[in-house]
């Protein structure tokens, strides 16, 4: 059974059409919600933490949002740089400290 | 800005060899984690590591993966008879002291095996 979920597995976009991913836990005792950006042949990079629900954060083009069962990556007038993989993942009671990943966004915004 | 490197970029081995990757980690972080990503699939957790001993480990890492600390900078992964499907990314990550730091990845070494 799947902890993390993430969709649509890819979106398309024109360049300033705004959108949302979707990043649904099924863990309990949520420790924190990680989104990190990944380009093709790289590592993952960090780019928000979220701990408690109604938690909110902000960077350029994204907001990074919490609830109790999901999160969401508002991405507010993307730009063709914004194109990556957005991956979602959790640390959780009972698992320590490795995170839990979802399979990933692949976005890719045209000009 | 400090980072998270890992050597080699790409390694190809022949089935049965071992390797050896390498990570140096950010400087002043205390927690340090191995995590793999075959093509096209989710990243994994294989291992974490603390006080030089490990904390957690995951199902896939059996007892053909080790991890050490030889320094006080470096920080490996090693596989002591690869497989086919040992051929993935893999990717070093680093937490600085505290319970709810986040982990930094490196850029990850492309593993072959032939």
């Known amino acids: 059974e799947d902890q993390v979920t993430q969709s649509p597995e890819a979106l398309r976009l024109q360049e300033g059409e705004s959108s949302s991913l979707n990043c649904s836990y099924t863990v309990s005792g949520l420790r924190g919600l990680f989104w990190y950006r990944q380009d093709p042949g790289k590592g993952p990079e960090f780019l928000f933490t979220?701990?408690?629900a109604g938690e909110e954060k902000e960077k350029e083009r994204l907001k990074a949002t919490l609830t109790k069962k999901e999160s969401f990556l508002h991405i507010t007038a993307p730009k063709p740089e914004d194109s990556a993989t957005y991956l979602c993942a959790v640390r959780y009671n009972n698992a320590g400290n490795m995170l839990t990943f979802g399979g990933g966004t692949r976005l890719m915004v045209k000009p | 800005e400090p980072e998270v490197t890992q050597t080699p970029s790409h390694q190809v081995t022949q089935m049965g060899q071992e390797v050896i990757l390498r990570c140096v980690p950010i400087s002043n972080h205390l927690y340090f984690y191995w995590y793999r990503q075959i093509l096209g699939q989710k990243v994994e957790f294989l291992v974490s590591f603390y006080n030089n001993e490990i904390s957690e480990k995951s199902e896939i890492f059996d007892d053909q993966f080790s991890v050490e600390r030889p320094d006080g900078s470096n920080f490996t992964l090693k596989i002591r008879s690869t497989k086919l499907e040992d051929s993935a990314m893999y990717f070093c990550?680093?937490?600085?002291?505290?319970?709810?730091?986040?982990?930094?990845f490196g850029p990850g070494t492309r593993l072959t095996v032939l």
């Open positions: 979220l701990y408690s």
């Open positions: 990550a680093s937490r600085g002291p505290g319970s709810y730091n986040e982990q930094f």
